[in-house]
């Protein structure tokens, strides 16, 4: 699993066209697992999982959803996963319980967002900027402006120091 979203464009399985998603937000689905010939469908309750005597082995809790701006289609995104598992491992658990006298826990997995979105470009482009920025003072050599600016001082005298100020500021 990764934990930084992929820096590409997402393809839209419907009008073919590539584009950066505006955003991805969370949604909260329950989609079963057990018969995914069809595609994975959506369960509309959260009961009918606990009604079932056998509980699929994994299904989708939370995902990740964006819209294609050319068609509008909405992509969803694995967000998290919940595992049936004998043991109990790292993560949170939702509950336990029996099958065929076998106890068995539900252990959430989380996905971080697929695809970087309009925020992270922008995060990245700022913080791209600010190290430039500190790359670009650590170049400078302080003594050498602080000798400039006394001579500055030196040769004129309250007026150039509000002059110096100003440009500074």
Known sequence: MQNTPKKAEVT??????????????IEKVIMDTLNTSGGVQAVPDRSIVNKLTIK?????????ITNCP?????????????KKE???????????FAESGTTYFYNLYNYPKPYMDYTDYYNEAISNIKV?????????????????MSRFFN????????????ILC
């Open 56 to 64: 699929p082995s994994n299904y989708i809790r939370k995902v990740w």
């Open 12 to 25: 839209c399985p419907i009008c073919i066209q590539n584009f950066i998603p505006e955003a991805f937000n």
């Open 155 to 166: 040769r004129k005298k309250h007026r150039s120091f509000q002059v110096f100020n100003t």
């Open 132 to 148: 430039e920025i500190n790359k670009s003072l650590e170049t400078l050599n302080i003594d050498e402006w602080g000798g400039s």
């Open 86 to 96: 004998l043991k109990e491992l790292e993560g949170k658990k939702i509950s336990s």
């Open 70 to 82: 050319h068609c509008n289609y909405v992509l969803r995104f694995t967000a998290e996963v919940a």
